[in-house]
Every structure is written in structure tokens, then in C-alpha cells.
């Protein structure tokens, strides 16, 4: 089986429209034998597979992440080696926009269960619809919602001014990482990185 890096997942159709994969890949990753072989989705019934073509691209937006992740931390090794980490602009630019990936590939992976796992809630037992609460009314649900979006408003809200202050306050400058002095006001707790600035104008501690 190969391993499928890019095709348009026609379900009605039963195929994949412009696959492109590595030859035996999938099989070597999930059977440790170059010609394994798995049951693909189309042996199970039509009404019994998820939405095929949200999975396989969630999926593979996950893993791509993922893969990008690996490759930003290794060159991030290679300049350290180099003793260039601190001053390379566009590795430091990247660093700064790597910053929401984590979140969408959490968000993908997420997507990939969920989804992936339809139409069964617990396999082969209980579908999504059999599952519904019957005595939750529409507009219940959408108090719910409506709930979870104020809180998360406010969460995330908070979650990004916090992280967006200890972004700009950035690192300790090389130069003042020496002195045992500097060293005691490095914060030790994340929640400690909001608070202190390491510009000595603005830095209430030293002034
Ligand atoms: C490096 C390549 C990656 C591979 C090969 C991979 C593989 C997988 C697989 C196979 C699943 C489904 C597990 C299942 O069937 O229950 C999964 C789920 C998930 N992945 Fe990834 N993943 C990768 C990268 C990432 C990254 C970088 C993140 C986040 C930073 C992530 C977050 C998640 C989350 C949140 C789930 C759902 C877990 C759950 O709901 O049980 N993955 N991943």
C-alpha cells in the first residue's frame, strides 16, 4: 500500500481523485513488511464510513505540522551549534509565527478522532445519533454554546494578551546572562515571564 501524500477523496465515488503517494510505505509503517495489507475504508459499508475527506486532510495538515515542527528544531540545533540561533533573522522571525502552529495541529488532530471515529461514538455499540440526548431541546444547546463561547472568549482573550507580553519582553539579552545578579531575576515560573522586563528603562526591579 502506498502511502497516500496527496489525493481528493471523492467518497461518493468510492476512489481518490490525483493521488500521489511513496509505493509501499503505508504498508511497511502499519504492518512492518514492505507488500502488508490492511482493509482500506471502502470494505466498510458507505453508511458505515466517516466523512473521508475531512479526515485525510486533518490528518495529513496534522503530521505536515508535525514534520515542520522536527525540521524548525533542527535547524534551530544547527544554528546553535553555529552560534548563530540568536542573530539569524529569518529563523527568529520563523520562531515568532511557529508560535500559533501547535494550536492548529492540536485542533487538526482533534478533527482526525472525532471525525474519524464516525458514525460510531463507541464502535460497532452506539452511533453519533443514538447517542443524541432526547430530552435536549435546541434551544438548550444553544445556551450551551452560547456559554462556552463567552468563556472562551474571555479565556483565550486573556491567554493571548499574557503570551503576547512575554513574547515581547523576549529573552535575557547574552550579554546580561552572566552576573549571578541577572540570574536571580530571570523568572523561573512561566507565570512570572508576563511581569518582569529585561529592558532596564522599563524594568521596575532594577529601577
Ligand atoms: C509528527 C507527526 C504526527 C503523527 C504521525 C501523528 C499521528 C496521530 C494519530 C495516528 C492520531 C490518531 C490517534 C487515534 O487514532 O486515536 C493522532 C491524534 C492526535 N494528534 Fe497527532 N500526529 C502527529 C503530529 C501531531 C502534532 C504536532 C500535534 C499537536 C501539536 C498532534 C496532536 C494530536 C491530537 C490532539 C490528536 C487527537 C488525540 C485524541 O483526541 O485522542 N499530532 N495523531
Redesign the pocket.
Known amino acids: 500500500m502506498p502511502l497516500l501524500l496527496f489525493a481528493i477523496p471523492d467518497q461518493e465515488a468510492q476512489t481518490n481523485h490525483f493521488s500521489f503517494g511513496v509505493p509501499n510505505l503505508a504498508s511497511l509503517i502499519l504492518t512492518h513488511s514492505v507488500d502488508g495489507e490492511i482493509p482500506g475504508i471502502s470494505e466498510a459499508p458507505p453508511e458505515e464510513q466517516p466523512p473521508v475527506f475531512i479526515v485525510f486532510w486533518a490528518f495529513r495538515v496534522?503530521?505536515g505540522?508535525?514534520?515542520l515542527?522536527i525540521a524548525v528544531s533542527l535547524t534551530g540545533l544547527i544554528l546553535r551549534r553555529k552560534g548563530r540561533i540568536y542573530t539569524q533573522r529569518l529563523f527568529l522571525k520563523t520562531m515568532t509565527r511557529m508560535i500559533a502552529v501547535?494550536f492548529v495541529?492540536?485542533l487538526a488532530?482533534?478533527v482526525?478522532?472525532e471525525s474519524g471515529r464516525a458514525p460510531w461514538l463507541v464502535y460497532g455499540m452506539m452511533t453519533h445519533e443514538e447517542g443524541l440526548t432526547p430530552s435536549l431541546t435546541g434551544p438548550m444547546a444553544l445556551f450551551t454554546l452560547l456559554g462556552y463561547i463567552l468563556v472562551y472568549a474571555v479565556v483565550f482573550y486573556v491567554g493571548i494578551y499574557y503570551l503576547t507580553r512575554v513574547v515581547r519582553n523576549g529573552m535575557l539579552p547574552e550579554e546580561k546572562r552572566e552576573t549571578e545578579a541577572d540570574n536571580s531575576r530571570r523568572p523561573m515560573r512561566p507565570m512570572s515571564g508576563a511581569e518582569t522586563s529585561f529592558d532596564d528603562d522599563l524594568d521596575p526591579v532594577r529601577n
Do not use: F, S
Open positions: 496534522m503530521v505540522i508535525g514534520l515542527m501547535p495541529a492540536v488532530g482533534w482526525v478522532t
